[in-house]
């Protein structure tokens, strides 16, 4: 299975650009890189996903590599209220047909007044 | 997300008994998914199901039992073989196709 490798906190002040990397070098041709964020006890929310081309929509930017061995996202005007752990997640193809989703340790964001 | 039901929000119990935690989706989706968390800790599968009455392991089924009788239903059972079970337990759900998982509020079981 792939895995993925994030660092574990960044700080990020408000209203600038927050980069979040993730590592996923192990990862498949038609394995999609799906980003969550979770709030303190809550479920995951969705922000985005890609398999190979850049991806934008309304909460984030996903720059994913050339060789797909690493992605990006961004975050173009960060707030307080972004402040959570982001996970970075490689979706596999199992042997009975359907999709685990194997997600990393994430990384702790706080953003900075 | 909406049209994922988990409840109840917070569990307590007593250290060996048998705790059976719910979740119910009307999204349609056939894939379920358990994961636990424990603090500072990022999510690990305990189970998964594609399709009414099949199931498989993730990387920590040890200790746990699951069900999917329904597709709507994919109820967790904690055993008393769960050396430490007190975590916070993420129901989620998606389409056979794959695209993005749906993650209920999660259960918060304390043993005690």
């Known amino acids: 299975d792939a895995k993925t490798t994030q660092p574990p906190s960044m700080d990020c002040a408000e209203g600038r650009a927050a980069n979040l990397p993730c590592n996923h070098s192990t990862i498949s041709g038609n394995e999609y890189v799906y980003w969550y964020r979770q709030i303190h006890s809550q479920g995951p929310q969705y922000i985005i996903h890609g398999l190979k081309n850049n991806e934008t929509n309304e909460m984030a930017s996903l720059i994913i590599t050339e060789d797909r061995k690493s992605s990006t996202l961004i975050l173009p005007h960060a707030t307080l209220r972004d402040t959570a752990v982001y996970y970075c997640?490689?979706?596999?193809?199992?042997?009975?047909?359907?999709?685990?989703?194997?997600f990393g340790t994430g990384t702790r964001l706080k953003v900075l007044a | 997300d909406g049209g994922i039901t988990q409840s109840p929000k917070y569990l307590f119990r007593k250290e060996g008994q048998n705790v059976t935690l719910s979740c119910e989706q009307n999204l349609n989706h056939d894939a379920m998914y358990w994961y636990r968390q424990d603090p500072g800790q990022g999510l690990r599968l305990i189970y998964y199901?594609?399709?009414?009455?099949?199931?498989q392991k993730g990387d920590i089924a040890e200790g746990y039992s699951v069900s999917r009788e329904k597709k709507e239903s994919f109820p967790l059972t904690v055993t008393s073989a769960q050396k430490n079970p007190t975590a916070f337990y993420l129901c989620a759900t998606a389409g056979l196709a794959g695209g993005r998982e749906f993650f209920g509020p999660g259960t918060r079981l304390t043993v005690l």
């Open positions: 199901s594609q399709i009414v009455n099949d199931f």
């Open positions: 997640i490689v979706r596999a193809s199992t042997t009975s047909g359907t999709y685990k989703y194997i």
